[in-house]
């Protein structure tokens, strides 16, 4: 890893129209990811973590409004001509899903549908085809690969088919690879392989990886640094292990202590009072004011700024001072 | 927290085989074999946890318990009944004395129904209350034992949020004053501080109403947080019984499919990363043709001749403690430390006032 930035995301906002209003699902959040850094996005249903992974890949349906810069190697990919952007996703920058079935062709053979990635991008190979798609079946680990090539997705476990989905990636060598809940579908056994092959390629290549994960687990296991996100803002950023060890924001102190360790005779687990907002009208100020027990009349009113804790770790939260 | 010291569920060499349509002649004797062969007991009281993942036959098992479905063969002892005996008219008069909680509240919410409705029919079904005032009292009770009211009544599924729907299906669950509980990953679908909403809720039920539990998980996190006694599950069988607080908790676990399982709570605190982590290999293989000898050793990196001919039982290693495995002493050498270190891990991060 060296501390250059790969991808930078500069106050961005994602607002989507809808029947009853406009959601405004992401206000205004900044976030870096360096070359060879595993950055984590956590945070639970609806907090926005999705929508950030589809906006740097303009993957967003039609009723959004996206602001903001999003700067990979320097070029803003908000302002790119879609034959430009098409050059980049999929090659440059990769993007695995939860559910591998959906963005796999059930009709075409796995051999099929990976050989296209070399087509389409134009890859330059140094043998057939063919044998480039099994050299990357092998480096998944996928078992038996020259049989594999002509399967379909459906003969494929859920655990062989996230490998493929990884391996047709891997063909573009992307610098940066947006995996979103890769393994939440998948049995905890099957989840470690899948997490350790992405750590293992990661070093191979030298490559990227935001995961999006509403799992402290795979954070914990994965990520350099993680953004904890609350209703399309980020409360907390910071090395991972600052982050679970001395957690500064209330929401992100409540959800550490929401997680069942320990025993139930031991100790009960703490409750965040109240829901998620609605967010065509979402709570002025910090958003998270409503459902904190700290909150002053300041939370209310004005957008916490990033305060820092030490070298990386910033907190956007008033009851740590800041102007 | 055991209350009284006997057992209130039997269940003896209980076998479920699903006969699945092979070749093109339809069903030709080849069987799924969800659950194989499995005995246990429930105690008054407690939580009793069942672990596995997708296909190991934990949900067939809780809906054989429940008699929801036949069993193939075996018996289930419900406080001393013969489950499998009862007549349809006997079998109905003893559901009142249970009940269920799924995974997807909104799968399993009649979402053409009022909460009132939702509420009113296990009341119906089973005659209980005489009037109609009665039975409504008994559910503003119920709703407000949940953490919902009054104002929920006449409201439907769909206006009520993924916690609150299944706070709805619990007091549907508890409101015939039930003594068991099934509960089929009730907490699966949720978000983490939801989550311990809905657990904090079933502890606090659980004490109230002195009700005993099998919670259905796979979630190793939520299991050895909930229960008072595990169960694991591979492929049909059970592979291991222990006690939660006193081995589970601290680590102590003899068959290298549990330790593995255990291995996969994350490192919270991220000291404990390891590049070189302990992953079990492979995938489950298919309960159609499960392995011979013990299903596990195609995935075991211990396994031995002994182990691809030969069955292990399921026996008692230590008071209360069972192992279906030939080799205990391997793991306890080669995973258990590791485990113990895991859990330990965790009661750092705990103490650390986090």
């Known amino acids: ?323 | 927290m055991i209350l009284v010291r006997d057992d209130l569920i039997i269940v003896k060499d209980l076998k479920k085989y699903f006969p699945i349509r092979a070749g093109l002649f339809g069903t030709k004797g080849v069987f799924v074999r969800a659950v194989d062969g499995v005995s246990l007991t429930i105690k008054r009281g407690e939580t009793f946890g069942l672990a596995g993942e997708s296909g190991c036959g934990k949900s067939t098992f809780a809906r054989l318990l429940l008699r929801l479905i036949e069993p193939t063969a075996g018996k289930v002892l419900f406080d001393g009944i013969d489950l499998f005996s009862l007549s349809k008219k006997e079998l109905r008069k003893l559901r009142r004395r249970m009940g269920i909680v799924f995974q997807d509240p909104k799968s399993s919410l009649n979402p053409r129904m009022t909460i009132y409705n939702i509420l009113k029919r296990p009341l119906e079904i089973h005659g209980i209350g005489s009037s109609k005032e009665e039975r409504l009292n008994m559910i503003i009770e119920i709703l407000e034992k949940v953490g919902l009211g009054e104002e929920h009544l006449n409201r439907y599924p769909h206006e009520l949020s993924g916690g609150q729907q299944q706070r709805v299906s619990i007091a549907r669950a508890i409101i015939t004053k039930p003594d068991f509980v099934v509960l089929d990953e009730p907490t699966s679908a949720l978000d983490i501080s939801v989550q311990a909403q809905i657990l904090n809720l079933l502890v606090k039920l659980q004490r109230e109403f002195k009700l005993t539990y099998l919670f259905i998980t796979h979630n190793l996190m939520v299991l050895q947080y909930i229960s008072d006694r595990v169960g694991i599950m591979y492929l049909g069988k059970v592979v291991e019984i222990m006690n939660t607080r006193d081995e589970l908790n601290l680590g102590k676990v003899y068959h290298p499919y549990t330790a593995f399982l255990m291995l996969s709570i994350p490192a919270v605190d991220i000291r404990e990363r390891r590049r070189d982590k302990i992953i079990v290999p492979g995938e489950v293989p298919s309960s159609i043709n499960p392995p011979t000898g013990c299903r596990f050793h195609p995935r075991c990196p211990f396994a031995k001749e002994e182990c691809k001919s030969k069955e292990p039982p399921l026996l008692e290693i230590r008071r209360g403690h069972y192992v279906a495995c030939h080799f205990p002493s391997i793991t306890e050498e080669k995973l258990t430390p590791y485990v113990e270190e895991r859990m330990e891990s965790i009661r750092r991060l705990l103490r650390g006032g986090s």
């Open chain 1, 1 to 323: 890893m060296n501390n250059e930035i790969l991808l930078k995301i500069e106050d961005l906002y994602v607002n989507f129209r809808t029947d009853e209003g406009i959601a405004k699902v992401i206000d205004g959040i900044s976030l870096s990811i360096r070359y060879g850094e595993v950055l984590a996005l956590m945070g639970e249903t609806g907090c926005g973590k999705s929508t950030v992974a589809k906006s740097i890949l303009r993957l967003l349906p039609k009723n959004a409004e996206v602001r903001g810069k999003i700067l990979f190697k320097g070029t803003n990919l908000l302002d790119l001509p879609e034959s430009e952007l098409r050059k980049i996703r999929g090659k440059e920058i990769g993007m695995i899903f939860q559910e591998p079935l959906t963005a796999l062709n059930p009709v075409f053979t796995i051999g099929n549908q990976m050989s296209e990635m070399f087509k389409i991008h134009k890859l330059r190979i140094k043998r057939t085809i063919q044998e480039e798609v099994i050299e990357l079946l092998k480096n998944v680990r996928i078992p038996d690969p020259q049989r594999r090539y002509y399967s379909y997705p459906f003969e494929l476990s859920g655990g062989m088919r996230q490998r493929v989905m990884i391996a047709m990636m891997l063909a573009g060598r992307p610098s940066l690879l947006i995996a979103d809940e890769p393994t939440s579908a998948l049995d905890v056994t099957i989840q470690a392989q899948i997490l350790k092959l992405l750590m293992d390629l990661r070093n191979k290549y030298n490559m990227s990886i935001l995961i999006i994960t509403h799992d402290p687990g795979v954070v914990a296991e994965m990520a350099d640094r993680v953004a904890i996100m609350y209703a399309g803002q980020i409360a907390e950023v910071g090395p991972v292990r600052d982050i679970f060890l001395n957690p500064q924001h209330p929401y992100t102190r409540g959800l550490l202590r929401a997680l069942p360790l320990g025993h139930k005779e031991e100790r009960e687990l703490e409750n965040i009072p109240g829901r998620v907002p609605n967010l065509i009208n979402p709570p002025p100020g910090c958003r998270f004011h409503p459902r904190c027990p700290y909150a002053m009349e300041r939370c209310r009113k004005v957008k916490p700024k990033p305060v820092v804790i030490s070298d990386e770790h910033y907190v956007f939260c008033h009851l740590l001072g800041g102007e």
